[in-house]
């Protein structure tokens, strides 16, 4: 593991209990960070601070809530500091299903987690980072959201959603010492698998070049250098972590 400086900084993990977000955490922390996990999952989140250790904190939060996150970064931050990093893992796959037959239901969660929950984390903690000067937001996308997968349009749109968000975060942030990029990662074997039929994985696994999935630790290699000070002229973009698949 290359090992990355975070000494003295506070990052919040959305979907910190289990998956990538736990992945990313236990980087976070092995590079000297305080992290707090936000996660709707009260029985993972105990799972994980036990595993985390000391380093790690938990706030029950559910982002979908239009006003869970502005309270838990109120909570957060009286707690364990100033928040410096956010980190949105947190997501839905949905069902996969074609859009004729999508239901709107189905389609309204996974925006609702995917790219409501994710801007509303960010409104959350952007007054802190913007009031010391500072902050670190990476957002986890995905390359169906540049290419779109067929059978999972919620998932695809919400993604593309994210995307656009980080490019105008980006924009907007520039000069004002918080940059914002995101990871759009190929399929990676994580609990979400479960929510997916077998045709739809082997079908993601035959687009990767590399003929398998990415894993967790290298998904979370790459959001650690973001987190850094080091991360310092990048802003408004996308890293792509895709095995070859990405074309753009």
């Known amino acids: 593991m290359n090992q990355l400086d975070l000494q003295g900084q506070h990052a919040v993990v959305t979907g910190g209990a289990s998956g990538i977000g736990l992945g990313i955490a236990r980087r976070l922390i ?22 985390l250790g000391e380093q790690a904190r938990a706030e029950v939060v559910d982002i979908a809530e239009p006003t869970a996150a502005r309270e838990a ?10 928040i410096d990093i956010l980190v949105n893992s947190a997501g839905l796959t949905g069902p996969n299903a074609p859009v004729v037959d999508y239901k709107l239901d189905d389609w309204s969660q996974v925006m609702q987690v995917n790219l409501t929950g994710l801007f509303l984390c960010c409104q959350a903690v952007l007054p802190g980072m913007l009031a010391q000067g ?20 919620a998932y695809s749109a919400s993604k593309a ?40 994985i082997d079908y993601m696994r035959s687009k990767i070049p590399m003929g398998r999935f990415g894993t967790i630790d290298e998904v979370a290699a790459l959001v650690g250098w973001l987190c850094t000070r080091e991360c310092s002229f990048s802003t408004g973009a996308v890293f792509d972590l895709s095995g070859g698949r990405a074309t753009y």
Not at 30 to 51: F, K, N, P
Not at 73 to 82: C, D, P
Not at 134 to 152: D, F, H, L, Q, T
Request: aromatic share 4%; with cysteine; net charge positive.
């Open 30 to 51: 092995a590079s000297g960070a305080q992290v707090t996990l936000w996660d709707r999952d009260e029985a993972g989140l105990r799972r994980a601070v036990a595993e």
């Open 134 to 153: 500072y902050g670190r937001i990476v957002n986890i996308a995905s390359v169906a959201g540049k290419e779109g997968n067929p059978n999972a349009c």
């Open 73 to 82: 970064a109120q909570r957060t931050a009286v707690v364990g500091g100033a």
């Open 161 to 200: 959603g994210v995307i656009a968000l980080t490019k105008t975060l980006g924009k907007e942030l520039a000069q004002q010492g918080v940059v914002v990029n995101c990871v759009a990662p190929a399929a990676v074997e994580t609990p979400l698998f479960a929510q997916m039929s077998p045709t739809h």
